[in-house]
Structures are given as C-alpha cells and as structure tokens.
T-cell receptor, first 110, second 115 residues
Framework: QKEVEQNSGPLSVPEGAIASLNCTYS??????FFWYRQYSGKSPELIMF????GDKEDGRFTAQLNKASQYVSLLIRDSQPSDSATYLC??????????FGTGTRLLVSP | EAGVTQFPSHSVIEKGQTVTLRCDPI?????LYWYRRVMGKEIKFLLH????????ESGMPNNRFLAERTGGTYSTLKVQPAELEDSGVYFC?????????????FGPGTRLTVT
C-alpha cells in the first residue's frame, strides 16, 4: 500500500465547474497535509495546507480533512483553464519530510 | 526575495560518471530538503538538512549519493558513480520553520539523464 494515494486522472471538468481532488494516506500519525500544484516542467507550488479536521477555504480553493477516514480533498470552485495542472497531495508524518502522492492531472476545458 | 535555485537545470551523463547537483535555498531558510521524482513515480524524499547538519537522510537510496551543506548555505548532491536508475528530476526545497503548516518552497529541479 502506498503511503499517499491519489487517482492519476486525468480529471476533466468544464470551465466554471467544481473540481474535486481526493487523497488518502496510510500513516495515522500524519500531522499536516498539503496540496501542491505543478505545471508541466515546473516546480511544485503550494496551494493549501491543513492540519485540523474540517474545511479550510482560501479564495476558490477549499481543503477538507478527515483524520478518522485518513482522507484529504481539494475543491476548486469556478475552475479555469489556467487551473489545468497536476495536483500533488503531500503528507507530513511525524518528521519534517513530505510524503507525496503521484498526483492527479486536472484538465479544465474552455 | 529570490526563490530556491538549482544548477544545472539539465544534465546528461553516461553510466559510471559523476554528477554534482547544486541547490541554493532562500536566504535565511535553515531547512533544506532534497527530493527526487523518477518518471511515472511520486516525488520521494531523499534527505533534510537543518543548517549544516543532516537531520534525516532516511531517503537516500544508497552510498553512491552524497549530500553536503558546508556552512549551512548552499547544498550539493553528488552521485558517484551514476547508474541508469538514477535518472529523474531532483528537486531541492527550503523552509524557514519546522512548525506545522510551514511551506517548503521548491526549486525548478535538475533533470538528470543517465545513458
């Protein structure tokens, strides 16, 4: 079992729709959870982080965490073509390193 | 504020040769991390420096990899001798704090191709 699991996609949504990206993790001791966006050939860029159960909103982005289910998600409202990228879920176990999923490729069509 | 920089951006070497990758973290960031992404796989942690000390090197694949951070500023990652399976993108990241929710800022990566 991988430490962090994501559906590789691609997830295709029309412009203006809500994109829902999901991630599960195996280490119950994980403390912090991150969503990175990576455009092709570029470095990962942090979008959101969350470490408490529930929802955290930042603009068009909402991160949701359920530690009991070991599940974290990212919702993107009013999706734009410029949101098309690979979204990486990363988990911080009880050490400082990040453990990444393989990423979900999102395609937003105009 | 300048971001994390890495050099070179791309390196092509033959199996058995040596390559040294360099990372310059953001000024003032004590924490420096090396990660690697092999094609088709997830980004994987290699090691973590706090200043010049290795905090965690549990992800280093084998003793062909040597990382240094003399003086606690820039870091180098040497691969000697390189093998075909070492091909991938090597990312460096830095962060100021170890507290929860800290952001690790990633560099553009070095794409290493071993032929």
């Amino acid at each position: 079992q991988k430490e962090v699991e994501q559906n590789s996609g691609p997830l295709s949504v029309p412009e203006g729709a809500i994109a829902s990206l999901n991630c599960t993790y195996s280490d119950r001791g994980s403390q912090s959870f991150f969503w990175y966006r990576q455009y092709s050939g570029k470095s990962p860029e942090l979008i959101m982080f969350i470490y408490s159960n529930g929802d955290k909103e930042d603009g068009r982005f909402t991160a949701q965490l359920n530690k009991a289910s070991q599940y974290v998600s990212l919702l993107i409202r009013d999706s734009q073509p410029s949101d098309s990228a690979t979204y990486l879920c990363a988990v911080n176990p009880p050490f400082q390193k990040l453990v990444f999923g393989t990423g979900t490729r999102l395609l937003v069509s105009p | 504020e300048a971001g994390v920089t890495q050099f070179p951006s791309h390196s092509v070497i033959e199996k058995g040769q040596t390559v040294t990758l360099r990372c310059d973290p953001i000024s003032g960031h004590d924490n420096l991390y090396w990660y690697r992404r092999v094609m088709g796989k997830e980004i994987k942690f290699l090691l973590h420096f706090v200043k010049e000390s290795k905090q965690d090197e549990s992800g280093m694949p084998n003793n062909r990899f040597l990382a240094e951070r003399t003086g606690g500023t820039y870091s180098t990652l040497k691969v000697q001798p390189a093998e075909l399976e070492d091909s991938g993108v090597y990312f460096c990241a830095s962060s100021r704090s170890l507290n929860p929710g800290y952001e690790q800022y990633f560099g553009p990566g070095t794409r290493l191709t071993v032929t």
